[in-house]
């Protein structure tokens, strides 16, 4: 059980550290507004490695196997406390590895694909229209997250574990709703291993 909590934290690092190479550009961060103007999208891409968007999906993968050993784990932990909590946990953990796992794929493939086409016009219409026909897979992932932290929240928040009920705050949706506005690239896996740190200790 604890070697898959590290094993978790481990791949949450590197999959915060994946989202980072498509998020910080060479000339500025990518931000979702630019994706209208393909001159501000251009020269924030300009000079981008190709390698860089392909490291960041390939590693990607390898860290989503293993932080989703980590959401497996918790899940069968819970089962001892909670069935029906411990069936939701594991839901949203296949949810959040399926998904979660093309959308990460489907972050990097337009990154790509816009500068081996020349950053222009052409290229943004086709990366715009990819990112809107793949979107369902972040949604279905978010959604795998939300029903895997609701689960854990609730048990622990209502006594049902023996974790002590303040170690609520280790859950990856109050995490999330804490980065999240401090604009951090890949909060959401950041979030995710501090969930797990805290509950390598605790557990």
């Not at 069935?83 to 959308?103: D, I, K, P």
């Not at 794929?105 to 337009?110: D, I, K, L, T, Y």
């Not at 006594?159 to 109050?174: D, E, Q, Y």
Request: hydrophobic fraction near 55%; glycine fraction near 12%.
């Amino acid at each position: 059980m604890k070697g898959l909590l590290l094993a978790a934290v481990a791949g949450h690092l590197l999959c915060g550290a994946c989202d980072c190479l498509l998020i910080y550009l060479p000339n500025g961060r990518l931000r979702f507004g630019d994706m209208k103007d393909n001159r501000k999208l251009s020269a924030a891409f300009k000079g981008l490695p190709l390698v860089n968007p392909l490291l960041s999906m390939l590693l990607g993968c390898l860290a989503m196997c293993l932080f989703t050993l980590g959401y497996l784990a918790l899940g069968d932990w819970m089962g001892a406390y909670s069935g029906t909590c411990a069936a939701l946990m594991r839901a949203g953990s296949v949810v959040v590895a399926t998904f979660g796992m093309a959308h990460h794929v489907f972050c990097g493939v337009p990154e790509w694909l816009y500068v081996r086409m020349g950053r222009t016009q052409e290229a943004l219409d086709i990366i715009n229209e990819f990112f809107k026909k793949t979107s369902v897979t972040m949604l279905a992932c978010y959604l795998g997250f939300l029903v895997f932290g609701a689960a854990l929240f609730f048990a622990v928040v209502t006594g049902m574990t023996p974790l002590p009920r303040w170690a609520c705050v280790f859950n990856i949706l109050p995490l999330m709703l804490a980065l999240f506005p401090l604009r951090v690239g890949g909060a959401g896996n950041w979030a995710g291993a501090i969930m797990f740190a805290g509950l390598y200790f605790l557990l």
